[in-house]
């Protein structure tokens, strides 16, 4: 099992910024993507940012410019840095991580989900 950590949530106001964090943790033998998706209130999630082994990222349009992500992968610990926020970000954001361990194939993971507000 695959077991994910987030920190960095929080109530900022618009034009402001906060990092996201997320560690992941187990017998994992690799780590295929890493990404972050958020959830407003009745809609599924969507894919906000994400990451690949190979370095390769993939940002929602409405986040290009404004968040970047980024990996630590001796640390199995993704980021995610949002700057120049708007009220729209508000949400709840998830650590998705895809992974193999060393009992089962590669599968999705997810964070606990961390709220993010950003007031006007």
């Known amino acids: 099992q695959v077991q994910l950590v987030e920190s960095g949530g929080g109530l900022v106001q618009a034009g402001g910024s906060l990092r996201l964090s997320c560690a992941a943790s187990?017998?994992?033998?690799?780590?295929?993507?890493m990404g972050w998706y958020r959830q407003y209130p009745g809609k599924q999630r969507e894919l906000v940012a994400s990451?690949?082994?190979?370095?390769?990222?993939n940002y929602a349009d409405s986040v290009k410019g404004r968040f970047t992500i980024s990996r630590d992968n001796a640390k199995n610990t993704v980021f995610l840095q949002m700057n120049s926020l708007k009220p729209e970000d508000t949400g709840v954001y998830y650590c998705?991580?895809?992974?193999?361990?060393?009992?089962?194939?590669?599968?999705?993971?997810w964070g606990q989900g961390t709220q993010v507000t950003v007031s006007s």
């Open positions: 998705n991580v895809r992974a193999r361990t060393y009992d089962t194939p590669a599968d999705d993971y």
């Open positions: 187990g017998i994992i033998l690799s780590i295929n993507s």
């Open positions: 990451t690949t082994g190979g370095g390769s990222t």
